[in-house]
């Protein structure tokens, strides 16, 4: 039986986001799931909590609130971590007596922890993080405010952006530092005066200002922390989270640009039918390979330049592609399968409370201390999840970047010009020889960002804190590994164009002998234009080429191509997977295969 796996939403660009006039998004306890979270995050989509969702916080923190109480009253109370003790190794130094120290300690611990450096992150990374700390919040087990809760919603729905630096999380007793980073802007001291110069960082029009600024700017009042708010808002796996978030969310949309491309360059190099035959795939039993093999025939369908298929012996001998061709099913499908494990595990991830200690009132009455102490804050599920992202884009990359050279290849190519310019004097121009060289580049990149960061691990906090995931690293590395690969990939869109308009010159065809998918793919980056106002046309000598790349990435990032893909095959009939028409390849007017590469 075929696989019936769902093919991610088409997206759009990322960056800065503005705030969207658009229905909020509700959080009312239901699950939230990736693409919500990127309609907030990246789209800037408005958030609202209902009553029902913030009463479901209230009874960890009124327990909390008792505590607190008997502190006040002179009554001897249990230790409570975050709350009447140090943190770390100094949980179990002294339990503080005054209540007052509680609230104290929470602002002490944002301000000690806010010491991260390097490059501020992106706006989407810093909104997807707070929507997923208030999503945390709202599990019920932290013992926060509603007023915390609430402030980082305004701050999200009035533009308010943190300026995060992206280096100081281990992924383990939270992502602390990135964290406490929003958390000083979002909190003010309780009793002193308020020094602009402790509240953070935050962009406003293009600038970082102080935090206090940038609320004011916006109307939110800023906040004073209660017992344990501190460690609620920095202790949990939310920033680590929304960058591999982020990462698996654009490597599905990669995913498929993959397949898109890989047809088109198949076709434009007479590829063969064969490998993408179902009983092929269904003789393996791999759910990815046998649906993407599904989709290869379907973006295939119709073409007059691909040899054989199920019903039809090829046309040469032997009937066999090269693995960057022909493999395309076996390697891609094993990234989507992976895809798809990794999704579960970060949504499960966003809807998860995080912090340590959690608070559960329902525990039995013999049981007297409420606050359980756990491991919840540690990362190594989101640092394998960002590992594996890592690896499996970095393997479409590659299978890909052997396209490339392929295509470039004039004793590969099956007839095109070397390096896919059909130059009236040859080695006057260079065609499409240096994007190769920067796929080459990019998928080497990758290679060195892909070693996983979660076999890594150095203790801290006095060896209290003696096992990290590191799951940070390993999700700026997959956000750095999908955005190289997007290049990659966007250069084997606009090569692939190339390729196909010299193969139906060389065939003296019109674009009508090309598959319907892979042609209107072909349409949409002729029929798009470069940031220098130029079209992305086809080219007969050297061109400016940075342009041409950049749009060709753009299209590939924002979802335009497979957008345009499946409105054509939504057009279709579904069943129909054979050629439409005697072409080139069927009429032998292809070229002739030479001595094959290999049996194997």
């Known amino acids: 039986m075929t696989a019936e796996l769902p093919l991610p939403e088409p997206l759009v660009r990322g960056g800065a986001p503005a705030v969207a006039a658009a229905d909020p998004f ?5 699950r939230v799931t990736l693409s919500d979270l990127v309609d907030v995050a990246r789209h800037g989509r408005p958030v609202r909590v209902t009553a029902e969702a913030l009463k479901h916080t209230r009874p960890s923190a009124e327990w909390l609130g008792g505590v607190l109480d008997a502190m006040e009253r002179g009554e001897p109370v249990e230790p409570v971590y975050s709350v009447n003790t140090g943190f770390g190794s100094l949980a179990g130094r002294e339990a503080f007596t005054d209540p007052r120290d509680a609230a104290e300690l929470s602002r002490r611990l944002v301000i000690s922890n806010a010491s991260g450096v390097g490059t501020t992150v992106d706006a989407e990374v810093v909104r997807a993080t707070m929507l997923i700390r ?3 919040l709202l599990q019920g087990h932290s013992a926060v405010g509603a007023a915390v809760i609430e402030t980082l919603v305004d701050m999200l729905n009035r533009g308010v952006l943190p300026a995060v630096p992206e280096y100081g999380s281990l992924g383990a007793s939270g992502d602390l530092i990135p964290l406490a980073h929003i958390a000083l802007v979002l909190c003010r001291p309780s009793d002193a005066e308020d020094d602009e110069r402790d509240s953070g960082e935050a962009v406003l029009d293009g600038r970082v200002v102080s935090g206090k600024e940038a609320m004011a700017a916006a109307g939110v009042p800023r906040i004073p922390l209660g017992a344990k708010d501190g460690l609620a808002l920095l202790n949990g796996t939310s920033f680590s989270c929304a960058q591999t978030a982020l990462a698996v969310h654009d490597a599905a949309n990669l995913l498929e640009h993959a397949h898109i491309t890989a047809a088109m360059s198949t076709e434009a190099l007479n590829g063969f039918g064969d490998a993408f035959i179902a009983d092929l795939h269904q003789a393996r039993g791999q759910a990815g390979q046998i649906a993407v093999a599904a989709r290869m025939r379907e973006l295939l369908a119709g073409s007059a330049f691909v040899d054989g298929d199920r019903d039809r012996d090829p046309g040469r001998q032997p009937p066999q592609d090269a693995y960057s061709l022909r493999c395309v099913p076996q390697v891609h499908g094993a990234v989507l399968d992976t895809l798809g494990f990794v999704t579960g595990i970060i949504e499960n991830e966003i809807n998860a ?5 959690l608070i559960f009132p ?3 009455a013999t049981r007297r201390l409420k606050a359980v102490s756990g491991g919840n804050f540690h990362a190594e599920y989101v640092a394998f999840a960002a590992d594996f992202v ?5 393997e479409v990359g590659s299978i890909a970047e052997r396209r490339l050279f392929r295509l470039d290849d004039g004793t590969l190519n099956r007839g095109l010009p070397d390096m896919l310019v059909p130059s ?11 994007p190769q060289y920067l796929a080459a580049a990019l998928v080497s990149d990758c290679k060195t960002l892909a070693h996983p960061d979660s076999v890594d691990s150095i203790p801290t906090s ?3 804190e003696d096992h990290v995931s590191m799951a940070n690293n390993a999700g700026r590395h997959a956000r750095t590994v999908v955005r190289n690969i997007e290049n990659v990939i966007g250069i084997e869109l606009l090569m692939a164009a190339q390729a196909l308009d010299l193969r139906l010159e060389a065939a003296g065809a019109e674009p009508s002998a090309l598959g319907p998918a892979t042609r209107t793919a072909w349409e949409t980056v002729r029929a798009a234009r470069s940031g220098d106002g130029r079209p992305v046309d086809r080219t007969e000598r050297d ?21 345009a893909v499946n409105a054509c095959l939504a057009q279709k009939d579904p069943a129909q997977e054979g050629p439409a028409q005697e072409g080139p390849a069927q009429k032998g007017l292809a070229p002739e295969g030479t001595a094959p590469e290999g049996t194997a």
């Open 424 to 434: 009236r004097t040859i080695g006057l121009d260079c065609g499409y020889m240096l």
């Open 362 to 364: 329902g525990l039995p």
């Open 390 to 394: 890592s690896i499996v884009v970095t």
């Open 134 to 136: 208030i999503v945390s």
């Open 543 to 563: 061109v400016v080429l940075y342009p041409r790349v950049r749009r060709a990435v753009e299209l590939v990032h924002d979802g335009d191509v497979l957008t």
């Open 462 to 464: 006095a060896n209290q």
């Open 26 to 30: 509700v959080l009312d306890g239901s």
């Open 353 to 357: 409370a995080t912090d340590n200690p």
